[in-house]
Structure formats: structure tokens, C-alpha cells
């Protein structure tokens, strides 16, 4: 697997790491380098998409993790 750069807010990756809890839940894009934030109080469209859309990313993620392992 080829690695690349990726540039991140390392003031906001912090800020995360600091306020994680189990109501409120941050994830690194791994394609973006965005900082992604969800709550369990939010409840609306467009965290219903963003939701989806770390599902999915969660999916490709474990077939990149398959490949490596089958390939390994």
C-alpha cells in the first residue's frame, strides 16, 4: 500500500483527543485530513449523512486491511 502525506490541524486534532467522550465522538479523514465530529444529541440530516459517510469509509477501510493481510 502506498503511503502519502497528508496535511491535518494538529490544534484541532488535540482539541479532539481532549473532548472525545462517549457522547461526542471526532474522527480523522484519512483521504481529507478533515476532523470529523458527531454527537449522540445531533439528529439531523446532515449528520445523518456524515454517519453514513464514516460507515462507508469504516467498510473501505477493513477491505484496505484485508488486502494487506491476504497479500502479507
Request: proline letters at 0%.
Amino acid at each position: 500500500m502506498d503511503r502519502k502525506s497528508l496535511k491535518i490541524s494538529l490544534d484541532e486534532l488535540c482539541s479532539a483527543m481532549e473532548n472525545s467522550s462517549y457522547e461526542n465522538e471526532y474522527y480523522l479523514d484519512l483521504k481529507t485530513g478533515e476532523i470529523l465530529f458527531l454527537s449522540e444529541y445531533m439528529d439531523d440530516e446532515e449528520t445523518s449523512k456524515l454517519r453514513e459517510r464514516m460507515e462507508q469509509r469504516a467498510l473501505e477501510w477493513l477491505d484496505d486491511i484485508e488486502v494487506t493481510l491476504s497479500e502479507g
